[in-house]
């Protein structure tokens, strides 16, 4: 079973950048296709976009569009997602899961708080 | 863009039958998966392709899709179940996947 580890918890200032990590280990996400998703604080799970790397493919929510960047890197079986523009809304937990496109999320990485100040 | 519609609740005792609902027009006419997500942890996938298990997951846990509405059904309720559960579907309209507001159960 592949095992997903993502960077740690990140404070950032409103306006500013953020960028997480997604490690795979003991398999691959390359033709599985890779998601990212977030939960607000109290709130569900919220799909932001994702890609499959294989197809070189990749769909982004509307809401997030221009505004997220998901890549893989092939090399080191590592995902990255890029949020610009940050708000004090984007204070969530950012998880990555491997599948979709369009089966299902069977693998998620342990998650990463984003904590936005303004 | 297509939205899953799930109650906020679900409380029952010990023992019983919990029967969560994910309503979605004409749902039955796409793969419906289920995640259990405890407070503090990732989302886990209990039942995919509306009814099929992952390896390690309990036979009590079981999936069924028909007309508007999935169900997730989790026979004899633990105190271990309580968690939130979440629908997901993938629009392949839209080409993105797509998640119900979740469910908390509550085991009295």
């Known amino acids: 079973q592949v095992q997903l580890v993502q960077s740690g918890a990140e404070v950032k200032k409103a306006a500013s950048s953020v960028k997480v990590s997604c490690k795979a280990s003991?398999?691959?996400?390359?033709?599985?296709?890779i998601s990212w998703v977030r939960q607000a604080p109290g709130q569900g799970l919220e799909w932001m976009g994702g890609?499959?790397?294989?197809?070189?493919?990749?769909n982004y929510t509307p809401k997030f569009q221009g505004r997220v960047t998901i890549v893989a890197d092939k090399s080191t079986n590592t995902a990255y997602m890029e949020l610009s523009s940050l708000t004090s809304e984007d204070t969530a937990v950012y998880f990555c899961?491997?599948?979709?496109?369009?089966?299902?999320?069977?693998?998620w990485g342990q998650g990463t708080l984003v904590i936005v100040s303004s | 863009s297509y939205v899953l519609t799930q109650p906020p609740s679900v409380s029952l005792a010990p023992g019983q039958t919990a029967r969560i609902p994910c309503g979605g027009p004409?749902?039955?006419?796409?793969?419906v998966h289920w995640y259990q997500q405890k407070p503090g942890q990732a989302p886990v996938l209990v039942v995919y392709?509306?009814?099929d298990r992952p390896s390690g997951i309990p036979e009590r846990f079981s999936g069924s899709n028909s007309g508007n509405t999935a169900t997730l059904t989790i026979n004899r309720v633990e105190a271990g179940d309580e968690a939130d559960y979440h629908c997901?579907?993938?629009?392949?309209?839209?080409?993105?996947?797509?998640f119900g507001g979740g469910t908390k159960l509550t085991v009295l």
């Open positions: 004409n749902i039955e006419a796409k793969s």
């Open positions: 899961a491997r599948g979709g496109f369009p089966g299902a999320f069977d693998s």
């Open positions: 890609l499959i790397p294989i197809f070189d493919k990749r």
């Open positions: 392709d509306d009814s």
């Open positions: 997901q579907i993938w629009d392949g309209s839209s080409d993105q996947a797509v």
């Open positions: 003991g398999g691959t996400f390359y033709n599985h296709g």
